[in-house]
């Protein structure tokens, strides 16, 4: 996909590589943030989401690229994908969370990565079965909870507090 890109969009890639190679400066090479970013816009592109592909990618690339570093003990990240990510967020899903202090306005719909998996201390799986990579070694845990698409805000408010319980009870068990 991003060979298919219009001359404008593929600027604005650029442009979003060199913000990641500034923010990066001294952890990644420009060739590394180059190829994050191209897999990124082609890994989005297999996805449902087609708008706003520079914003999206310079999102998805620094993520995966916080993933690496974590990976190679630079830094300490929580992240979130799924095996099938759909077009947008739940809005009541970002509603529930807004009420807790949790803004979501910069996040978006992303596809599950290697990076992303290598990269965890503890895997949380909601439903995503043989779709989820595993590597050995990790914590894996697939807790069953009701899914929030098309519920109403007090059902989706309850998933919420149930989601949040068991990751204070996981927190409490990584920390032992």
Known sequence: MSQMLDPVTRNHVRQAADALAAEFAGVFSQETI??????????????KVNVFVPVLAHRFARERLKALAQLEGLMIQVRSAGS??????????????????????????KPL????????????????????????????????????????????RRIRDEIDDRVRTLIDELLD
């Open 113 to 156: 990565t290697d990076e992303v998996v290598r990269a965890a201390d503890a895997v949380v799986t909601m439903g995503c079965g043989d779709a989820c990579p595993i590597y050995p070694g990790k914590r894996y845990e697939d807790w069953t909870l009701d899914d929030p698409a098309g519920q109403d805000l007090d059902t989706v």
């Open 84 to 109: 099938d990510p759909g077009e947008e967020i739940n809005p009541a899903v970002v509603a529930a969370m807004e009420e807790v202090g949790v803004d979501m306005s910069e996040e978006f719909p």
């Open 34 to 47: 180059e190829r994050y970013i191209a897999e990124s816009v082609d890994l989005l592109g297999d996805s």
